[in-house]
């Protein structure tokens, strides 16, 4: 009988799972597909407090992400990195003085920083390369945090399993049977498991879950919003990010990724069908025209070198403008028999936060004595290397720590069982890396290993994708 059972394998769902178990909690987390595979790998990649979220007055999600920031950074050193952001100014979008209050907040409402305060910057002198248009001259520069999104799911996910959570990726609940005390939970590939309480953090699919395998109707409603980026080849050298204000009152960021090249997003576009999200002309020819509004160099569609868009699913507001809807979560408990949580919205940055609410609402079905633990305790690879002896040459070692963190030890014995790494799929890919990714990070799949476990699908070319599926099929 376990204690409780998770529906979905985003970062909600694996950060609840590392919670619990670390109580001692018997938990078991069931997702469909790879961990990461929707909404939570395809975010812009920032742990932030929201600096826009201000002008929605929406002050307590602005303090508990900006308290949140500090904790991931301490927690996950190896998979984040400190960022500023340069907001050119607009004066005819956003007066002088409420930027500057604005800044004021994001700088104080958090409490104590460790990043570097706001601050006025001139965009022609204060910068090796200033890639902004010039008749933009006055900008304002703030702290954020870079993360990689689907690294920090998985790496929830190995800490729960470490700390006794079974998870299960490529999985189906196909059919939940409510008892009075306790569910029977019945899984795709044949398991009949029981729990008492069943959380369902399914993202997108939270409505449909609950409706055809839960059989429960909610009140609550879900807005799916696409947001599409794209990537061209670094646009300007030097460590700052932008964020460009529109006339629509919406932003966009640019951001330096991965050394060679610049993300550029988000959109906000409502979807009915939210499975397998691809970005529309639309959504291309918006944010080119955005980008060029402010940089010299103009971009072109011919410019972008791969793209990819994710649905959030966002808490009905009633808000028209489909920005605006709130990023913050909620939840709901059907106790009629055994418990059922199900959450509603939330954001990368506050994973953490809400797995400890969550916590405490299924408090009053099991029993937990244990207190809040995830923001002392750092996750898996973050520890500081100290013998850099590696047998792995050193044009490999990185990226594989930018990656992996102190786990580069061990992918250094996988290195050792093979002749030079094993066979040699596309620059710095190699069969040690691949047979490391299916047996210690649950990888299945050539996708699983391109675009969540590492970022190399960027650039993989398709004639070398049958050499991976080859090698992949040895370990799997």
Do not use: C
Not at 256 to 264: A, Q
């Amino acid at each position: 009988m376990q204690d409780l059972l998770i529906i979905g394998g985003g970062i909600n769902g694996v950060g609840i799972a590392r919670d619990a178990a670390g109580r001692g909690l018997k938990v078991t987390l069931i997702e469909k597909g790879d961990l990461a595979s929707k909404t939570s790998s395809w975010s812009t990649k920032l742990i932030h407090g929201g600096i826009r979220y201000l002008e929605n007055y929406e002050f307590r999600l602005v303090r508990e992400s900006l308290k949140e920031r500090e904790v991931i950074r301490k927690i996950a050193p190896h998979i984040t990195k400190p960022i500023r952001f340069v907001l050119p100014h607009v004066p005819s979008l956003r007066p002088t003085w409420l930027i500057r209050l604005g800044l004021m907040l994001y700088d104080w409402m958090g409490g104590f920083i460790s990043f570097p305060k706001s601050k006025v910057v001139n965009l022609g002198t204060d910068y090796n390369e200033n890639p902004i248009k010039p008749n933009f001259l006055t900008g304002y520069e703030y702290s954020d945090l870079f993360v990689d999104d689907a690294r920090l799911v998985l790496l929830n996910a190995q800490d729960a399993i470490s700390r006794g959570a079974k998870i299960y990726t490529n999985s189906k609940v196909q059919k939940v049977v409510r008892k009075k005390n306790y569910w029977e939970v019945f899984l795709s590939n044949g398991e009949i498991l029981q729990s008492k309480v069943i959380i369902n953090a399914s993202g997108p699919y939270v409505l449909d879950v609950l409706k055809n395998i839960i059989g429960i109707e909610s009140k609550k409603k879900i807005r799916h919003v696409q947001g599409s980026h794209i990537i061209t080849e670094r646009l300007y050298d030097g460590e700052q990010a932008y964020i460009l204000q529109l006339s629509d009152k919406r932003i966009i960021f640019l951001i330096p990724y991965l050394d060679n090249f610049t993300l550029i997003g988000t959109t906000d576009h409502e979807v009915k069908t939210y499975d397998n999200p691809v970005i529309t002309d639309i959504e291309k020819n918006y944010l080119i025209k955005s980008v060029n509004k402010f940089i010299k160099k103009e971009i072109t569609e011919d410019d972008i070198i791969w793209t990819y868009s994710g649905v959030r699913p966002l808490v009905e507001d009633l808000n028209e403008n489909a920005s605006k809807i709130t990023r913050d979560y909620t939840f709901e408990i059907d106790d009629n028999g055994a418990p059922i949580l199900t959450i509603f919205g939330g954001k990368l940055t506050t994973y953490r936060k809400l797995s400890e609410h969550a916590i405490k609402k299924i408090s009053k079905y099991i029993k937990i004595t244990n207190k809040s633990w995830t923001g002392n305790e750092i996750l898996p690879g973050a520890k500081e290397i100290i013998d850099k002896n590696f047998l792995i040459p050193e044009k490999l070692t990185k990226r594989l720590i930018k990656t992996y963190g102190d786990k580069i030890i061990n992918l250094n014995q996988y290195y050792q069982s093979f002749m030079d790494g094993g066979e040699h799929i596309f620059e710095d890919l190699y069969e040690f890396e691949i047979k490391y990714l299916v047996q210690e990070e649950m990888a299945k799949t050539p996708e699983d290993i391109l675009f969540r476990r590492t970022k190399l699908g960027i650039k993989f070319p398709n004639e070398k994708l049958a050499i991976l599926e080859n090698i992949l099929k040895k370990y799997i």
